[in-house]
């Protein structure tokens, strides 16, 4: 019997090629991380101004200036229809030109970094006087700064990948790993909710709304994981996990606002699961499902391969077995 290849190369230059190896991942991982979070800046930021048409267009040109390429600047009537716009995810701020001077109309559910940024520039283009801030759509009042939601993310993503994982590896039968994926999104929507909204009171709207909003995520992150590994095997599981988690987190801008990050890496955040359901959950929570549209299409779609690919998929992962094995003839494949 031949001696197994790994057997075979000295374990000194084993262990020298997997600490390089290490070393390169995280040569890879850090920037991947570090970059965007060291980089937060505005860039083509939708906001507002409102007010009468001379002094708004004066207001609205003065932004432009003031940071080129940063605001993508829309001009409304008055105050009423600013807050509409706040309301339905179309502006995340808005300069409200009256009477008494500018006022600065702000959704910090939906971002309260940006609303924080915008409050600061606010003060700037005044000269230093104090700008009155109305909050039009608050973030939850236990959460103000938006880092539990941030932080409560996380975990949902983490236990998605883990969960498409686990039901590849250990669950053989396609109908049985399909089984798992749908009560593994239902039951993770329904304990979702009861803990971030219920327990630690970081979401404030629908239940219902929030629960198929998470239900639906943890769907995508799991059907991609095991999608994947039913279609390719060991290094499926790992693309998976690579888009869920290792490029899709970073990118996903949870606790910013993907027109803060460099571009066009906040763009591609927004189509991969984690910033497509972080997106989703806010509008479920804040904003009574506004802007929800296209993170729901993106997430079905994640969610509608995935679970395709499950079915047709005819292979099963052992671990430690090196390489993917096929489940057998076509006529004795079960599912």
């Known amino acids: 019997m031949p001696a197994h290849p790994y057997r075979t190369r000295s374990p000194w230059l084993l262990a020298a090629l997997l600490a390089s190896l290490a070393v390169v991942v995280q040569a890879l991982l850090v920037p991947l991380f570090a970059a965007p979070a060291a980089h937060l800046a505005p ?14 267009t004066e207001l609205a040109a003065r932004l432009t200036a003031a940071r080129p390429g940063g605001f993508t600047v829309t001009t409304l009537p008055d105050a009423a229809a600013a ?4 309301r339905e995810r179309e502006a995340y701020a808005a300069f409200v030109v009256g009477p008494d001077g500018v006022a600065l109309h702000t959704a910090p559910a939906a971002s309260p970094t940006v609303a924080a940024l915008l409050t600061e520039a606010a003060t700037q283009l005044s000269a230093g006087r104090p700008v009155p801030v109305v909050q039009v759509v608050p973030a939850d009042a236990d959460d103000p700064r938006g880092a539990g939601f941030a932080a409560g993310f996380l975990p949902l993503a983490l236990a998605g990948m883990l969960a498409g994982a ?23 929507g329904l304990v979702g909710t009861a803990v971030l909204h ?11 709304r929030e629960t198929g909003a998470i239900g639906l995520f943890a769907l995508a992150a799991a059907g991609t994981v095991a999608g994947l590994g039913a279609l390719l ?26 027109e803060l990050l460099p571009q066009p890496w906040g763009t591609v955040g927004q189509f991969l699961p984690v910033g497509a359901g972080g997106t989703l959950l806010r509008s479920a929570a804040f904003f009574d499902g506004a802007g929800a549209g296209r993170p729901v299409a993106v997430l079905a779609g994640y969610a509608l391969v995935g679970l395709a690919l499950v079915l047709v998929g005819r292979r099963s992962v052992r671990v430690g077995a ?3 094995e096929p489940a057998g003839r076509p006529e004795e494949v079960t599912v």
């Open 83 to 86: 807050d509409r716009a706040l």
């Open 166 to 188: 686990l039901l590849t590896v250990l669950v053989a039968r396609r109908a049985a790993r399909l089984a798992g994926l749908i009560g593994y999104a239902v039951l993770a």
């Open 43 to 56: 860039r083509d930021l939708p906001i507002a101004v409102a007010g009468p048409a001379p002094a708004a």
């Open 198 to 208: 219920g327990w630690l009171g970081v979401l404030d709207g629908d239940l219902w």
């Open 322 to 324: 090196g390489s993917p």
């Open 233 to 258: 095997g060991a290094p499926g599981i790992g693309l998976g996990a690579l888009l869920v988690f290792l490029v899709g987190n970073p990118l996903s801008a949870v606790g910013a606002a993907p």
